[in-house]
């Protein structure tokens, strides 16, 4: 089963994906765990998470998917795994606060929050690395093959 969830070709487009994806949610995770970049850290973000009526657990996954996943994807170590986080994270941000504001980000500051065209963005790079894999230069393509893919 280990070998089917770190398995994976040398692909250099999927590790470029994996990367930009992993540092993106790696940033987005330390201000929710860490209160670095401006964020609110662990217990600043879970109090806001839970005023939303997010239930404990729930935000403490989301919190552990944008940060773990984000180091996952960096280091292209369990990269299926980290970009199923992500997916159920960005669906459940999607679902609970953004569809109401439509597709659009708030640009311009004329609408009440930010629609979802990041979160589709970040499901469909992160399906395709959940579908290939972490590719080149990853532990999981190492961890495969004994090749980082270099």
């Known amino acids: 089963m280990f070998q089917k969830i770190v398995n994976t070709r040398n692909s250099h487009t999927i590790a470029f994906l994996r990367l930009v994806l992993g540092i993106v949610f790696f940033a987005h995770g330390a201000q929710k765990m860490l209160g670095w970049f401006g964020g609110y850290g662990f217990s600043g973000t879970m109090g806001f998470f839970t005023s939303m009526g997010i239930p404990a657990p729930f935000a403490f996954l ?11 994807l960096l280091f292209g170590f ?17 679902c609970m606060v953004h569809r109401h504001n439509g597709l659009f980000m708030n640009w311009g500051g004329n609408q009440k929050g930010e629609g ?12 395709a690395i959940l579908v290939k894999g972490s590719g080149a ?14």
Do not use: K, P, Q
């Open 137 to 150: 230069f990853s532990l999981d393509r190492f961890l495969t093959t004994g090749d980082s893919g270099r």
């Open 62 to 72: 989301a919190i552990a998917a944008e940060f773990f996943g984000g180091l996952g």
């Open 116 to 127: 979802f065209e990041y979160h589709i963005l970040a499901i469909a790079i992160a399906l």
């Open 78 to 94: 369990l990269g299926r795994i980290a970009a199923f986080g992500i997916i159920c994270n960005m669906v459940v941000a999607i």
